[in-house]
């Protein structure tokens, strides 16, 4: 396989860059910006996820022999392009929005700054992370609420393309999962990954005491035995026999959880078993969990729901040309009048104006090329990502998810109650445009 | 990055296979089984996609160094299995429904016979092959059969995670679609691909008539004009004016479809452009192109929709193990019994009953080690995939692609009318099991 991302684009990003080099519009300076018109599933608030990932696939955008060949051989562009593409790497600048950050319709969560050409040509790229791992993140930010304080592991590896997986896995940490099912995960982003037994392992034994033995015996006592394979209440005795009432926790995949939830306990406790957990783990999503808020659940391990951004898999972000350098060198506003997809052009300075408690109360963005002063009553939302080409390294690998976990912490504790609201709703936080 | 596929994997898989070493129990000789309890959304019938390029993942899960680091670092195995992991490669049995293969509520689609842990370590990966790929698949085929034999492209790439979308493209060629706006599916998979330009590009030009011109400098009058960036009616005239009327196609991304597109058509004969085509583009889905049957429209472009399988973003499959070889060398069928999750076990050989004018009308599921006769009535509907280790070449790699392609043409065929009915309801063909 190859590790180029270049060709991870669509096919109208490269013809277009054909035509725009014959006409000689190829090297007009731009700006691109990515931006939600909704946020989907009617959710109140959004969650940035996926930027230190994109950085790094930009970094790797890179047109080798083997893409230029085929390019050539299946005539997609011609002779002057190709020799292009084989110097391209992205020599501009991208600010944002910091990854966990909180958004809101139309916050500009990303703008590109470069030639025309070298910033279309990441528009596929670009929007393929940032709309999956959102799409993940906006959904585990619900969950992390629903689950009140009790730690969630993401198990949707099987439910979702084995590369998106690992995305999946990165943006529901960076959204406050305490870990992952997923080992590539572990490997290439540092998130803990977690994990004891299935049923089969239970089938495979020539009875479910066996099977525990089994697990015991290797993993210890602290470990997790899945009860439900047969019969619970039997299981759970049988758990508690074998482990004895040190064992470290029980795992439920079936049945009417509420009810199922506080009899194990009870029956845990009767055993003298009153330190080993409950841990749930049957097609959960937020709802499913907010409805376990009153039941002796102790953590959640959530598959489906958050690898598929539960209802809403794509974040619905766009990637729009909204200005071009003018002759006398200021940027002219540019966008589409389309029915119902009406944009708004030009250079943007988004801030969160926050109450006197800290609460963030609008989201402004502001028009024109003068920056705000920020002040105690806003916050600028945008950093630095790529300057004249370099990288900000502070935002790549294990450390930049780390750093993009903990920022989500804070920018959601500015936000208010009804931001949490799991119905559907309007936006907790409403976006303001504001001309200069 | 690293290019095994070892570590798409859950971590209980490894950690069975630790216990089950200890216990010697993971030599055991066992039958794993994929199937879906139901079809998501309530749809008539499936199309397995995905088998292909999981046999070239199966070919390349192999442990090598970085991973047995990785593994041994964070103390997720014991010497023992590291050392088995070292040695790993698939050694067993694998055979299925063929790829592009129609499927419904319990079709055994994939069935893998090797020792216990030789099989379960491949569960992850198996399922999120299949579980995403045929989640495409499942929702293009209805699209395909709505668009009533005209054209369909994909071009969701940018609403699903980068290597999902070039799955995405795959699966949907594979369900019927002709072309995909991807390169890298194009190059990975022998998929055409497809695209002209984008709103950005008439923005980028002083004026549409610029745009216009410059695109069809460098790719002719051939090609498609994206008309609706500033107002439809003035950007047809325009296109007709610049191209002439032997311009290729127009291609509409906003507004009400059904009436623009009447119109468009309209506009387009009385000014000459009778042979210039309509595609169109704005959030279709399988109800929206059905909604378009009876108007002028000559090809269709799909996104979001066909990547996120239109509702239903994982096909639901589950692997399961069935059986386990007895002493005597019989199999022993294995099942849990968990609340809502039973499931049946033991050896299967799954054969499509057809009528007398070939039409099917059920899925027939023979239990047991005996493998029915099969006669006109009955089309076998399992092929081997892998036998001792070795991969069927047949399915792999751009042939494969275009052979599952013209396998589900084949298989759909077959089908019941009420298999294309859009609308939520039961199986379009029933699964019986029938014992021995």
């Not at 929007?127 to 949707?156: C, F, H, K, Q, W």
């Not at 506003?333 to 708004?344: F, Q, T, V, Y």
């Not at 006197?356 to 806003?378: F, M």
Request: contains cysteine.
């Amino acid at each position: 396989m190859n590790t180029s991302t270049a060709l991870h684009t669509d096919r109208y990003e490269l013809t277009m860059i054909d035509a725009a080099m014959a006409r000689g519009t190829a090297e007009e300076h731009c700006l691109f910006e990515v931006f939600a018109r909704r946020l989907p599933g009617a959710r109140r608030y959004g969650v940035v996820a996926g930027t230190g990932r994109l950085l790094e696939l930009i970094r790797d955008f890179r047109f080798g022999d083997a893409e230029l060949e085929w390019l050539r051989t299946h005539d997609v562009v011609g002779q002057d392009t190709l020799d292009w593409l084989a110097n391209y790497r992205f020599r501009g600048n991208i600010w944002g929005y910091r990854e966990g950050e909180v958004y809101f319709p139309n916050s500009p969560i990303l703008t590109v700054e470069s030639s025309f050409a070298e910033g279309v040509i990441l528009e596929t790229l670009v929007l393929s992370v940032l709309n999956y791992d959102s799409a993940v993140a906006n959904a585990a930010t619900r969950m992390v609420t629903a689950a009140i304080g009790r730690p969630l592991a993401e198990m949707g590896s099987r439910r979702a393309n084995e590369e998106a997986a690992v995305a999946a896995a990165r943006a529901a940490y960076i959204a406050g999962f305490g870990a992952t099912s997923n080992l590539e995960a572990g490997r290439r982003w540092g998130i803990p990954t977690m994990g004891t037994a299935a049923h089969a392992f239970t089938l495979l034994h020539a009875s479910e005491e066996e099977a525990f033995r089994a697990q015991i015996e290797k993993l210890g006592t602290n470990t997790t035995l899945l009860v439900d394979t047969y019969d619970v209440r039997a299981g759970v005795e049988t758990a508690i026999r074998v482990a004895g009432t040190e064992l470290g926790a029980i795992r439920l995949d079936s049945g009417d959880l509420p009810t199922l939830v506080t009899e194990v306990r009870e029956q845990l406790d009767a055993l003298g078993a009153t330190g080993t957990k409950i841990t749930v783990t049957n097609d959960l999503d937020e709802h499913a969990i907010a409805g376990l808020a009153n039941s002796p659940v102790d953590s959640y391990g959530v598959g489906t729901s958050v690898v598929t951004g539960s209802g809403s898999p794509a974040a619905s972000m766009v990637y729009k040309l909204v200005a071009r350098r003018g002759a006398d060198g200021a940027w002219v506003p540019l966008a589409k009048n389309s029915e119902g997809k009406a944009s708004i052009g030009g250079k943007k300075t988004p801030m969160r104006r926050l109450s006197a408690s800290g609460r963030a109360n609008q989201e402004r963005i502001y028009l024109g090329e003068t920056t705000p002063a920020q002040d105690v009553t806003e916050r600028a939302l945008n950093v630095p990502l790529v300057v004249n080409g370099e990288i900000e390294e502070l935002y790549l690998g294990a450390a930049g998810t780390a750093l993009a976990r903990e920022h989500r912490v804070a920018a959601v504790s500015e936000l208010p109650a009804a931001a949490f609201r799991l119905a559907r709703g309007d936006a907790a936080v409403p976006t303001v445009f504001i001309g200069n």
